[in-house]
């Protein structure tokens, strides 16, 4: 396609880019309480999604918004909820619920500082509560991290796939920066971008109806996480394992300048960026570095990791106390990975990178 | 254990009473004396009356009732702990179509899940709530409901739940009828046989407001629960009738026309 053929660019925020992605994927439901740093998706979904067709609620808390999630997506709907931080904390038990019940769903967590109330700059903090679970149980969710408005945009349409191929639930990890950074996205949907229609068809099986809807005699169907028969647990346990081990197929990530680097830094989304603009810097003045930014949190792509780290350096810069490093330490095993941390509320220019990352690069 | 196959009728033996085909023949995991059988009974009669079991989606809840979908023949999801009129709402805006309804004990409605179950009854959410309120937590053993009397023991109140420190029963049902959102509520009781007749009204009213699309149905039915009162079914009953109903009066304490319903729509017009 050339420029020309090319659709007009919008000037949007992160935000915005994503209230738009989830409309174009074919989002139906959209349940959310207000928090500051994501308060323009739900300003923006509760006028757009009534004029495609759609349901916004505005919940009465976090708690209430997730649970009106695992409704929605147990009948098999493009659903959706989002929120920050605190308020991710009150939905981990819907969030345990519906990976025990297999049932799909997006959350968006435009995270802000922490601990506690924190403040509403921008932190990766809640790494650890994302690609660990969150919730209790043994569950996982698939985390995609965007770094750009555009990705914002995109992403989207990858959580539904990712949510209803898997029937789990998706996180979306952005931060401040993300959220609130304008520029311009194409608002088009990206290559092979699957249909709601063929979404919803991916549940037809394991969605509540009415069982009118299969047939006049057809046997009730139940959507639920509780297994009390001896064995049960065990069994529902081995089936979300082996979903999760599946899931490593679709780890993503993306690469900048990795052939010929001696030091690679690891970084996502906002972060990710920044350290991209540093490295750019520092390429010019002919230092060989390269760029490994995880946009799959979970799951890790700690394979394709392991060969770029072979007989490199490795930095790892992320904007909280030390939490993706640890993934990073496990994927690459006996190199030595080095770590600048960035203390969450603070926002920093990709020249206080330039240092930690010379550093790093003399070993 | 008796199976259902050892209910139905031997040689010589006249069938005069049958299970309605929204109910399946399983054998309930209940204790003797539970109320929550004839609930059960009575809200799938009400279903099946209406003829709309093909398109109904039960919430259920977590408790004594959390298994009530093994005993209903309709799609179902479970619940996280007072959550089910959050779930019933996104079922309900999933969903226009269906049938959507709630079955949830007095801890799960009127303790952890009431920001849950009064909003959703604010907004007027198409759906009905069937709330038991037996004033105790039974399926974790007997402990302080938020509907215990004053002065009833339990494993958490052992001296009888004192005003000072734990307040006094919440009455769910007038709270309910204050929200504008709540087309139908009402308090029944299962005690008796005429109590279960009025409460059977009361089940198909809550049922008709949602049809109707008038708003939130609500019915309250107080229920015995004689493993955790320490009593026989016979005085647990009788318990109701002395303690409970002066405590939860019975009666339709809301019921909305269609002209009302239309009337509340209007922004100022309380």
């Known amino acids: ?363 | 254990m008796t199976s259902a196959n050892d209910l139905r009728p031997r040689p010589g033996e006249k069938l005069v009473f049958d299970v309605n085909p929204v109910l399946n023949e399983r054998v309930t995991h209940y204790c003797p004396g539970c109320h929550h059988g004839i609930a059960h009974r009575l809200v799938s009669e009400v279903l099946h009356e209406l003829g709309v079991a093909h398109k109904t989606i039960l919430v259920a809840s977590v408790g004594c009732a959390t298994f009530t979908y093994d005993y209903f023949n309709v799609d179902s999801v479970e619940a996280p702990h007072g959550r089910a009129c959050a779930v019933a709402t996104g079922v309900r805006r999933a969903r226009p179509e269906a049938v959507v309804f709630t079955y949830q004990g007095d801890g799960d409605m009127a303790a952890i899940g009431t920001g849950e179950s009064l909003h959703a009854a604010n907004r007027g959410e198409k759906i009905t709530a069937v709330f038991i309120n037996n004033t105790v937590y039974g399926m974790t053993g007997g402990q302080m409901a938020p509907t215990t009397l004053v002065g009833q023991k339990t494993t958490t109140t052992i001296h009888g739940r004192n005003f000072s420190n734990e307040g006094g029963p919440i009455r769910l049902t007038e709270i309910m009828a204050q929200l504008q959102g709540v087309a139908y509520a009402a308090r029944c009781s299962l005690d008796s046989v005429k109590h279960v007749k009025e409460a059977k009204k009361a089940v198909r009213r809550a049922f008709d407001v949602q049809l109707a699309g008038l708003g939130f149905g609500f019915v309250e039915l107080l229920s015995g629960c004689p493993t955790n009162w320490h009593m026989t079914p016979t005085a647990a009953n009788k318990r109701i009738a002395t303690d409970m109903i002066p405590v939860f009066p019975l009666g339709v304490f809301k019921d909305v026309g269609a002209a009302e319903a239309n009337a509340v729509k209007e922004p100022g017009n309380a």
Not at chain 1, 150 to 163: G, H, R, T
Not at chain 1, 211 to 226: I, Q
Not at chain 1, 268 to 285: C, M, P, V
Not at chain 1, 331 to 350: R, S, T
């Open chain 1, 1 to 363: 396609m050339s420029r020309k053929q090319m659709p007009k660019r919008i000037l949007v925020k992160g935000n915005e880019a994503l209230a738009y992605g989830a409309v174009d994927a074919g989002l139906q439901c959209y349940f959310a309480y207000p928090i500051t740093p994501q308060n323009e998706v739900p300003e923006m979904l509760s006028a757009l999604l009534p004029e495609h067709g759609g349901a916004f609620v505005q919940a009465e808390s976090e708690v209430g918004a997730v649970n009106m999630l695992l409704g929605a997506g147990a009948c098999g709907v493009l659903a959706m909820t989002s929120s920050s931080s605190c308020g991710i904390s009150l939905m981990q038990e819907g969030i345990s619920y519906m990976a025990g019940s297999h049932i799909p769903g997006v959350i968006v967590n435009m995270s802000r500082g922490g601990p506690g109330l924190g403040d509403i700059g921008p932190s990766q903090g809640d790494y650890f509560q994302a690609v660990k679970g969150g919730g209790h149980g043994d569950h996982r969710n698939l985390v995609l991290a965007p770094s750009t408005a555009q990705e914002c945009y995109d992403f989207m349409f990858m959580a539904f796939a990712l949510a209803f191929a898997y029937r789990n639930p998706v996180m979306i990890l952005g931060d401040a920066i993300v959220g609130q950074i304008k520029e311009p996205i194409r608002r088009t949907a990206p290559e092979g971008a699957s249909t709601p229609e063929h979404l919803r068809s991916l549940v037809q099986d394991l969605r509540i109806e009415g069982y009118g809807a299969r047939g006049e005699n057809a046997p009730p169907r139940l959507l639920k996480s509780v297994y009390l028969a001896e064995g049960a647990l065990a069994q529902r346990n081995r089936l979300l394992q082996q979903k999760y081990a599946a899931m490593r197929k679709d780890a993503r990530y993306a690469g900048e300048e990795l052939d010929d680097a001696e030091l690679v830094v690891v970084a996502f989304g906002s972060i990710g960026r920044i350290t991209s603009s540093a490295i750019r810097g520092l390429r010019k003045e002919g230092r060989k570095i390269g760029l490994f930014r995880p946009i799959t949190l979970y799951p890790f792509p700690g394979e394709a990791l392991r060969i770029h780290a072979r007989g490199r350096r490795i930095l790892v810069i992320e904007q909280n106390i030390g939490q993706m490093v640890e993934d990073v330490r496990l994927a690459v095993g006996g190199c030595d990975v080095a770590w600048h941390g960035i203390m969450p509320g603070l926002f920093i220019g990709a020249n206080e990178l330039v240092e930690p990352i010379l550093q790093a690069l003399k070993g």
